[in-house]
């Protein structure tokens, strides 16, 4: 197959007709083809496009700033604004020039952009803008960016409403192709009206990618022959009475715009109704095309349509609707059913048009014809929903066998949605290294207010922090709050782009009022929530001191990862103070005690921000990382609680569960360097193995599916890994075949390690593409490249069971969970087991593709690629690998890796052996331990105990096990399960990790075989530890003190090992600290607990002795978090003991 000429330029080359965008990409060329248009015209037009950011137009100004050398020689102005409704009034000053005989245009057309919070902060200037109106050849068109489903906002958003109210005809776009043809109609809409006419922007349209045409010529407007315009036309003019206005907007420019409609016709009669037309359906938008999926689940096509009546009515202007398109498309109807999501805005002008006429037909959406719920205006609407409502009505009037079944099917699929739980969840989390990981922590007994942005995450979180307010207002509700309450002080988040927009005034307001809080303030470098963006205009640390100072803080602390970077002689305001985030907790403390309004300043760099610039070059990426000896670790946890960082994963091993570094998605913070505990080390000069992309390998063509209808695949995944890239590189391989594609993303609050899913939809020709969103057993394939997002609710009951087709990634990614609880487990078994029961043992192929892809590249980004080519070979992708393999090349990033995990994944699917032989062979990290014999399990542990400290101690050992084996045998014949639980416990108190054993394995062969799994080579390592007899205490704390240490600390370590003889004896220097003697306590108290199980096991209290024998599982960690281990078990293990002693059955109960 031949594939098209494309290059990642045609989206804004006006001479390319057949383009591939996004819906946001979209705008940008709406831009310039509004002005090239008004060029052909002889019009010396210029444009302007201003507005804030915010889901699902966040990444709008990320386009125009991408596209910055193409609108250079252009006279389109891009120009981010402070916030909303200053960008309208900017807007509304574009309109200006030319009025005043200023202009250096003949007119300057204008785009606002803003999702609905700040549409609604936006409703004044709006309001004085529409009734202003705009120039002749200006125009303005406004983009409402709404979150229906509240994906990524603090509500849920409608914006239509609040147009009305301002008297703002709306279109509604159905697609990225009406973004362009709704996008042009508008403006030219807008100049002969005079209004602002405005454009509903949602996530499956404005954030969908789809091949379009962009032909300049594509969309024709006339002007109404018919309409009288009034004396002086509709345009803004200077010295205009506001009731002049008013009365120009209500008795011309409506009328104006229903006549505009009434000549161009945008909207459109899709299904006539056949000779008797009975039901219609009118729609617009993004219910659109739900409701054409509807059709199509249905098996109702035009033909099926014509026989049973059904017309459909397509609207491109939802208000204000033009009557006589409705009462023509209500003739002879006896029903007609509204599909909209939200409130209902279209029902009500129906109702209210058909009113009176004769054969007034019933018409339901929002409700049924009973008055309950139809189409609820909760949440979002999808293809199913719709085709049950339509399905119902089919089937009252007519009996049709094939939408019954079908009917009956997704009821079914609905109902399994509705009764499905998630087996396991995502939750949305903080990337690695985010400085909120560290930032949100308030001091014990303070409480703090979420802000907008990232760290609205932290209530997810165990940080005393609840509750929040509209952004710009943070703060406020505490200066109603304080003088009811018992509380003195709390913290108040806030970000320094929301401080920017309007958070400014919540401060002078706090400060105003005299009640005690302090505004954290965080000065990330970057947007982050949105993409990354810079804070508009110049946000510098000493001017916000300053500005806040200004407003009235009477204390300021500065909170830095580097704080070198501020002088202390610097231009501060008096009563500043510079600090290093490590003490962070003594600023809050103090701030916390300080009346009136104090600002705790934090400045560090977004994380993902950071992996961007040094992925470009343009942030020096620091020469360490972070390893963890897995030996010497305990699996306790306190990094993950210090950090809060997820790069730090789970690891099983022999000897139980340990910590690992995830090296790909590290981002280097060293936050968990603070984790009480010896096994970290920083590796200096590290140097990967070479992971070669030369595969070496031919591959046969895969036989590809069919395209009957449109093909569905539904990608699951975690956020920061890949999942969108999969989606993109789906799309443009579809677009350079020709097909027609769609593609959107669900990512909402993902980040790093939250749930991210990609729907695609692939059909012959773009006119074959409808709802791109996978309903309910819509999915043809899924491509699981995380289990816990493929094992949710509705992931499983997208799959269509016989027909979706699984590839599941067995990897276990961890949820940010894990990082405050040590003992956090993913039920792996049962995700597997649902996705597999679901789809069909045969159509569901599983795949430990993280670790195989990691093996075989070297990088975990790999993963999603292979899953990608797994399923391509396997038949299950309508696409050629030329075409994906071209798309690679398009996006131009790792290329070489990106094409050889396409192969491997391949390969995967036709030599599974021989991809998981080389990737055993180039991996070397050994798999995870399986059951053990209890014979091997004490063996093993035997060897240790004789190398920990000499054989007559693991002989000790031996005969403990050997007495609990023996009275095992006669309790309980056949079991060994008390058996294992004493070999393990008693082995990790008996090889306790002291300052001897630390030594040793830092200095034996074990160490250096971890490294060489990971590592090439390297220049130095690095130490962190806290000498017993050296270590300082942190009086905040109460912690001994962490100190680095240099590679000559290993011939320290191995001087160290040899002394370990001296263990126990008087000459031992450390046998009198406090760790040294609750080691020797708790050996003695379980040495004591097995003699009693050994001496009172029977069969009636055999679950007893083993729930016994397992009590010091928990007692892990080093100094301070060991002693608070055992202070906590100590009462769980007296509960066991006695459970066991009167011969009860153990009752589950977590230690506290």
Same mark, same amino acid.
């Given at each position: ?10 989206k804004y080359?006006l ?20 002005q090239?248009?008004?060029r ?11 507005g ?30 402070v916030n ?7 807007l ?13 245009f003949?007119?300057v ?20 803008a529409?009734?202003?109106g ?29 147009f009305v ?12 192709q ?20 405005g454009?509903?922007?949602v996530k ?24 009288r ?27 104006a ?9 945008p909207d ?10 009975r ?22 096509d035009?033909?099926?349509?014509a ?5 459909l ?17 209500g ?5 007609i059913?509204?599909?909209?999501e ?25 409700r ?7 189409l ?24 049709? +066998?094939? $939408? #019954? /079944?079908?009917? @009956?099917?997704?009821? =079914?699929?609905? *109902? ?13 989390y ?5 400085p909120y ?12 207010y979420a ?17 929040y ?19 003195r ?10 401080y920017?927009h309007?958070?400014?005034l919540a ?7 005299g ?5 954290r303030i ?9 993409g990354?963006?810079k804070?508009?205009?110049? +946000?510098? $640390? #000493? /001017?916000?001191? @300053?500005?806040?100072r =200004?407003?009235? *803080?009477g204390?300021?602390i ?51 921000e ?18 963890i ?12 609680v210090?950090s ?5 994963t ?6 139980g ?9 590290c981002?280097?913070?060293m ?25 070496g390998?031919?591959?046969p ?15 699951t995944?975690v ?5 969108v890239?999969i ?9 350079l ?11 909402g ?11 695609i ?16 057993g ?6 699981a490249c995380?289990m ?17 087709r ?6 276990e ?15 792996t ?5 649902s996705?597999?029961?679901?789809a ?18 070297g ?11 797994l ?10 690998p ?9 996006n ?8 050889a995990?396409?192969?491997w ?6 030599d ?25 399990i ?8 004789t190398a ?23 309790a ?8 294992a639980?004493a ?25 250096e075989?971890?490294l060489?799994?990971?590592?090439a ?26 100190s ?27 046998r009198?600290s ?9 050996l003695?108290?379980?040495?004591e ?7 009172q096991?029977?069969?009636g ?12 599982e ?15 078990v ?5 509960r ?11 009752v ?5």
């Amino acid at each position: 197959m031949a594939l098209a000429a494309v290059s990642l330029g045609d989206k804004y080359d006006l001479g390319r007709s057949r383009i591939l965008l996004t819906g946001t990409q979209a705008i940008v060329r709406l831009a310039l083809m509004q002005q090239a248009r008004d060029r052909r015209m002889g019009k010396n037009t210029a444009g302007y496009v201003t507005g804030y950011r915010g889901s699902p137009l966040g990444g709008l100004d990320q386009q125009f700033a991408r596209a910055a050398n193409v609108l250079a020689p252009t006279d389109i102005v891009f120009q981010p604004a402070v916030n909303e409704d200053l960008a309208a009034t900017a807007l509304w000053g574009t309109q200006q020039a030319e009025m005043r005989g200023e202009g250096r245009f003949d007119g300057v057309f204008g785009i606002w952009y803003g999702k609905g919070p700040g549409v609604d902060r936006s409703g004044d200037a709006l309001k004085h803008a529409n009734l202003a109106g705009v120039s002749p050849w200006g125009g303005v068109l406004a983009l409402m960016g709404d979150d229906h489903t509240c994906e990524s906002s603090t509500t849920a958003h409608q914006s239509e409403y609040a147009f009305v109210d301002a008297m703002i005809p709306i279109l509604s776009p159905a697609g990225v192709q009406e973004i362009l043809d709704y996008g042009l109609f508008g403006i030219a809409m807008s100049r002969f009206t005079g209004l602002w006419v405005g454009l509903k922007c949602v996530k499956d349209t404005v954030e969908s990618t789809a091949t379009v045409d962009g032909s300049l010529d594509r969309v024709t407007t006339v002007i109404p022959g018919a309409y009288r315009m009034p004396a002086g036309g509709l345009g803004i003019r200077p010295g205009d009475p506001p009731l002049a206005q008013e009365e120009r907007l209500h008795e011309s420019k409506i009328a104006a715009a229903l006549a505009f409609l009434r000549v161009n016709v945008p909207d459109r009669l899709v299904l006539s109704g056949g000779r008797e037309p009975r039901l219609g359906i009118i729609t617009a938008g993004k219910s659109y095309l739900d409701t054409r999926q509807a059709l199509d689940d249905l098996g109702i096509d035009e033909a099926r349509a014509a026989a049973h009546g059904i017309k459909l009515l397509k609207l491109a202007c939802t208000w204000p609707l033009e009557p006589n398109t409705i009462r023509h498309f209500g003739q002879r109807l006896e029903k007609i059913i509204v599909v909209e999501e939200k409130r209902g805005l279209i029902e009500a002008q129906v109702k209210e048009i058909l009113y009176g006429t004769r054969n007034q037909p019933v018409v339901v959406g929002k409700r049924d014809e009973a008055g309950e719920w139809l189409l609820p205006s909760k949440g979002a609407l999808d293809s199913n929903q719709i085709a049950i409502a339509i399905g119902d009505r089919v089937m009252e009037k007519f009996q049709d +066998m094939q $939408v #019954d /079944r079908k009917l @009956a099917s997704l009821k =079914a699929a609905e *109902a399994r949605l509705s009764e499905g739980r998630d087996i396991a969840s995502r939750g949305f989390y903080f990337c690695p290294g985010c400085p909120y990981n560290t930032s949100t922590v308030v001091p014990e007994g303070s409480r703090a207010y979420a802000g907008i942005g990232c760290h609205y995450m932290v209530q997810r979180m165990d940080r005393s922090t609840e509750g929040y307010t509209q952004m710009g207002a943070e703060g406020a509700n505490w200066v109603g709050e304080a003088p009811f309450s018992t509380r003195r002080h709390v913290f108040q988040n806030i970000g320094d782009g929301t401080y920017n927009h309007s958070g400014s005034l919540a401060i002078r307001a706090a400060a105003i009022s005299g009640v005690n809080i302090t505004y954290r303030i965080y000065v990330n470098d970057a947007v982050a929530l949105t993409g990354g963006q810079k804070v508009d205009g110049e +946000m510098s $640390v #000493d /001017r916000l001191a @300053a500005e806040v100072r =200004a407003e009235g *803080a009477g204390r300021i602390i500065i909170v830095s990862e580097e704080p070198e970077r501020y002088p202390v002689n610097g231009m501060w305001p008096p009563g500043t103070t510079i600090l290093h985030r490590d003490d962070l907790d003594t600023a809050q403390k103090e701030l916390a005690a300080t009346d009136g309004l104090s600002v705790l300043i934090y400045d560090q760099t977004c994380a993902a921000e950071k992996r961007r610039r040094r992925k470009r070059g343009k942030l020096a990426d620091p020469d360490r990382r972070v390893v963890i000896n897995e030996l010497v670790c305990e699996g306790c946890g306190d990094c993950g609680v210090q950090s809060n960082c997820v790069a730090i994963t789970p690891l099983e091993t022999e000897f139980g569960r340990k910590r690992a570094i995830d090296q790909s998605s590290c981002n280097k913070d060293m936050s968990c360097l603070k984790g009480f505990c010896p096994s970290f080390v920083t590796i200096h000069g590290a140097r990967p193995h070479e992971r070669s992309t030369e595969t070496g390998f031919d591959l046969p063509e895969p036989v590809l599916p069919t395209l009957d209808g449109d093909y569905a695949i539904l990608v699951t995944g975690v956020g920061g890994t890949g999942v969108v890239t999969i989606g993109a590189l789906i799309a443009m391989a579809a677009h350079l075949e020709g097909k027609g594609v769609g593609a959107i993303d669900m990512a909402g609050l993902a980040q790093k390690g939250g749930p991210v899913t990609s729907h695609i939809r692939i059909a012959a020709t773009p006119a074959g593409i409808s709802a791109i969103r996978v309903a309910a057993g819509g999915a043809d394939t899924l491509l699981a490249c995380d289990m816990v997002v493929a094992g949710s609710a509705r992931s499983l009951a997208a799959i269509n069971p016989g027909r979706t087709r699984a590839f599941v990634n067995s990897h276990e990614t961890y949820p940010g969970e894990f990082t405050h609880d040590a003992d956090f487990t993913l039920p792996t078994r049962r995700l597997l087991q649902s996705i597999a029961e679901r789809a069909g043992e045969g159509n569901t192929r599983t795949i430990e593709a993280t670790r195989t892809a990691t093996a075989l590249l070297g990088d975990a980004i790999a993963t999603n690629m292979f899953m990608l080519g797994l399923a391509l070979q396997s038949g299950a992708i309508p696409l050629s690998p030329a075409s994906i393999e071209r798309a690679i090349e398009l996006n131009g990033v790792d290329v070489a890796m990106n094409k050889a995990a396409l192969a491997w994944g391949r390969r995967a699917a036709i030599d599974p052996v021989a991809v998981a032989e080389a990737s055993d062979r180039l991996g070397g990290r050994p798999t995870e331990p399986g059951r053990q014999s209890l014979d091997a399990i004490v063996e093993r542990r035997v060897q240790f105990l004789t190398a920990y400290q000499n054989a007559a101690y693991a002989k000790r050992f031996a005969e403990a096990i050997g007495a609990i084996r023996q009275a095992e045998r006669k309790a309980s014949p056949g079991r060994d399960d008390l058996s294992a639980a004493a070999a393990r416990n008693l082995f990790k108190l008996m090889a306790m990790k002291d300052e001897y054993e630390v030594a040793r394995l830092f200095t034996d062969t074990s160490f250096e075989r971890q490294l060489r799994r990971d590592f090439a080579s390297w220049d130095k390592l690095e130490f962190h530890l806290a000498p017993p007899l050296l270590a300082q205490t942190d009086p905040e704390t109460g912690r001994p003190v962490k100190s680095s240490f240099g590679p000559w600390m290993r011939t320290g370590f191995r001087w160290l090992a040899r002394f370990r003889r001296l263990r126990g004896t008087p000459f031992d220097p450390f046998r009198y600290s406090a760790d040294r003697r609750l080691e020797r306590q708790l050996l003695a108290d379980y040495r004591e607990t097995l003699a009693l199980i050994a001496g009172q096991v029977t069969p009636g209290n055999y679950g007893a002795a083993v729930a016994l024998a397992q009590y010091p599982e928990k007692i892990r960690g080093y100094g301070p978090v060991r002693q608070e281990a055992a202070a906590t078990v100590a009462p769980e293990a007296a509960r066991r003991r006695a459970a066991f002693v009167a011969g009860r059955a153990p009752v589950a109960e977590a230690a506290e």
